[in-house]
């Protein structure tokens, strides 16, 4: 999934109108599985001036890149922070727990190629499911009106969630984000 979809999805899932630390938790969970892939890109286009080719064809799928997305990606980390989290009832940590598990299992099935050692450090196994979120030759003209149908309830579960104008705009800015994202892969890819 995009990533505005994936923080609209935790959003909704674990936010919470009365704890701002919970929903700034569960903004973060969510955030976080796809932080290192922007972090390393945007680092690698723009400071290493690295052609975005080289980027994403090679070292996306380079050992160095694969292993930290192992890590940030791995539901058995993930799931030790949200027994960590439920041990000591931190309700932050568990919303930040459960949004990036959500985050990673709603990405499970939905990379054909691209797919991510989801059970590290147990495996490096990369499950590649026959449908993808971006690829058209792997039915994302099926999941991307999915996904945008998705994320449209999720806002209007925010919008309910939270009367105030941040959240809103928030939303709505996200909203606009996934959009723009999803009109990219459905017509280039």
Request: aromatic residues 16%.
């Amino acid at each position: 999934m995009n990533t505005p979809a994936h923080l609209i999805l935790g959003l909704a899932a674990f936010s919470r109108r009365d704890s701002r630390k919970v929903t700034a938790a569960s903004a973060f969970g969510a955030l976080l599985p796809d932080l290192s892939l922007y972090v390393m890109a945007g680092v690698s286009l723009v400071i290493l001036q690295i052609p975005p080719n080289v980027v994403f064809g090679q070292l996306y799928f380079s050992d160095a890149w694969q292993t930290v997305f192992a890590i940030d990606n791995s539901f058995l980390l993930w799931g030790l922070v949200l027994a960590f989290a439920l041990w000591w009832k931190a309700r932050a940590g568990i919303a930040f727990a459960g949004a990036g598990l959500l985050h990673i299992a709603l990405d499970f099935p939905l990379h054909h190629a691209d797919g991510r050692p989801h059970f590290w450090p147990a495996s490096n196994w990369v499950f590649e499911s026959p449908v993808s979120y971006w690829d058209r030759a792997h039915h994302a003209g099926w999941v991307q009106p999915l996904e945008v149908a998705l994320v449209f309830i999720c806002v209007a579960v925010l919008f309910r969630r939270f009367p105030g104008w941040p959240m809103r705009v928030l939303a709505l800015a996200l909203l606009a984000m996934e959009l723009m994202v999803a009109r990219v892969w459905m017509f280039v890819f």
